[in-house]
């Protein structure tokens, strides 16, 4: 009885994000293709009713799913940005920032990355574009700004390096998924990124 009077007393902005954590944790758990309404209704204890009385629809669960993961994740990325040194330490602070992020959070690229979410729903799909495109821009950006500073290779093209440093990302949580437990996230990372940096650092003998 105290339980239900607990939960009558929740706003709506505070259901709504019970909804979101408990999806984000079941996606993970689950598998987003296995996640169901009822299930988000028996992790929290409440009716699919309730949960309907908060998100008309599945896809607008999800669609906030999506928007709670650009909200986090750009403050986290921004956070690591803020703490840098320069442009190239902004962009690494960033990339370890993002590991980190994902390694404490396995579910969220399979959310950003699933063709389930794309095909299924164009305004998932345009909300996912937007984010990709808006990092890619923000890594973009600081590719320019340490063009500037002379600290990267003068005719470094900085949009595909952008795209390479996402994909990079993305390849690495996949791999490190297909190995399950045999590989590390952040070990891998560790490996990875010098290598991305030697690729587009200025060489000291550039003539």
Same mark, same amino acid.
């Given at each position: 009885?105290?339980?239900?009077? =607990?939960?009558? /007393? *929740?706003? !709506?902005?505070?259901?709504?994000?019970?909804?979101?954590?408990?999806?984000?944790?079941? %996606?993970? &758990?689950?598998?987003?293709?296995?996640?169901?309404?009822?299930?988000?209704?028996?992790?929290?204890?409440?009716?699919?009713?309730?949960?309907?009385?908060?998100?008309?629809?599945?896809?607008?669960?999800?669609?906030?799913?999506?928007?709670? =993961?650009?909200? /986090? *994740?750009? !403050?986290?990325?921004?956070?690591?940005?803020?703490?840098?040194?320069?442009?190239?330490? %902004?962009? &690494?602070?960033?990339?370890?920032?993002?590991?980190?992020?994902?390694?404490?959070?396995?579910?969220?690229?399979?959310?950003?990355?699933?063709?389930?979410?794309?095909?299924?729903?164009?305004?998932?799909?345009?909300?996912?574009?937007?984010? =990709?495109?808006?990092?890619?821009?923000?890594?973009?950006?600081?590719?320019?700004?340490?063009?500037?500073?002379?600290?990267? %290779?003068?005719?470094?093209?900085?949009?595909?390096?952008?795209?390479?440093?996402?994909?990079?990302?993305?390849?690495?949580?996949?791999?490190?998924?297909?190995?399950?437990?045999?590989?590390?996230?952040?070990?891998?990372?560790?490996?990875?990124?010098? =290598?991305?940096?030697?690729?587009?650092?200025?060489?000291?003998?550039?003539?």
């Amino acid at each position: 009885m105290n339980q239900d009077v =607990i939960k009558r /007393r *929740l706003s !709506t902005e505070e259901r709504q994000s019970e909804i979101v954590r408990v999806a984000v944790h079941l %996606a993970a &758990e689950k598998g987003i293709d296995s996640v169901t309404t009822q299930d988000m209704a028996d992790a929290m204890n409440v009716t699919q009713g309730a949960v309907f009385k908060h998100f008309p629809t599945k896809d607008d669960i999800w669609f906030a799913v999506i928007s709670w =993961i650009r909200g /986090r *994740l750009m !403050t986290v990325l921004e956070k690591a940005a803020s703490e840098a040194t320069d442009p190239i330490n %902004a962009i &690494e602070r960033m990339f370890y920032a993002h590991i980190t992020f994902i390694s404490k959070h396995p579910a969220i690229p399979r959310l950003l990355f699933t063709e389930m979410l794309h095909k299924k729903n164009s305004k998932l799909r345009d909300l996912i574009q937007e984010i =990709i495109s808006g990092y890619e821009g923000k890594v973009a950006g600081l590719l320019e700004a340490a063009k500037a500073q002379s600290l990267v %290779a003068s005719d470094l093209d900085s949009q595909s390096a952008a795209v390479l440093y996402i994909g990079m990302i993305q390849g690495l949580f996949m791999q490190v998924s297909i190995f399950g437990g045999k590989r590390s996230l952040l070990d891998e990372a560790k490996k990875t990124f010098p =290598i991305y940096l030697y690729g587009i650092k200025k060489r000291k003998d550039a003539v």
